[in-house]
């Protein structure tokens, strides 16, 4: 029989929910702590630690205004947005709240949004960590190309084919998918006349602002 802490642990429990929602260094330690003895503190058979300590109301919290921002940027975006990009609009978001986010505190709910089967996860492109919302998968050409985009925020045809040393058909019907699929952007408005291909989940960290609802 599982036994409940008294009054001093209920104390100690009332201050550590304190700390946890203030402090994202104390969060990562705690979640290494509950790793080292093989519990989740967010799974529903261990849903007593994050009652307690008010964990589960944090990361809840967070995923929602998570998806919020998904929802809200995907028009911009097709679904694929920079993780720095959204750590940034969440914390303008809870702009008004004392509690601190870090990237680790945004993973940990992202990974839990799973479940709603809608296609939330992180990928890694290059040195970027992207959020995807829609169920839409990547395959190792759009990748790639995304990987190349990361240097100035766009590609050309030409630049896809000299560099990745890809066929034009191969870069044009690669391209044009993640056009289609709402990833990128075209600019034809330079005297070069070359087309770019502008993909916002990689450019620099974006204007847009999600606001409360």
Known sequence: MRR???IAGLQGAAAARNDIRKNPAFRSQFHEM???VGVDPL???KGFWAELLGIGDFYYELGVQIV????????HNGGLINLQELCTLLRHKRKTSREAVSEDDCLRA????KVLGSGFEVISVGKKKLVRSVPTELNKDHNEIIELAQGQ????VDEVERRLSWTSGRAIDTLETLLDEGFAMIDDGH????RRYWFPCVSSISSTVVTDA
């Open 191 to 194: 005297r070069d006349g070359k």
């Open 34 to 36: 509950c790793a080292k």
């Open 43 to 45: 799974a529903s058979n």
């Open 4 to 6: 409940r802490p008294g």
């Open 68 to 75: 919020e921002i998904c929802l809200g940027t995907r028009p």
């Open 110 to 113: 992202i990974s839990k949004l």
């Open 153 to 156: 925020g766009y590609v050309t």
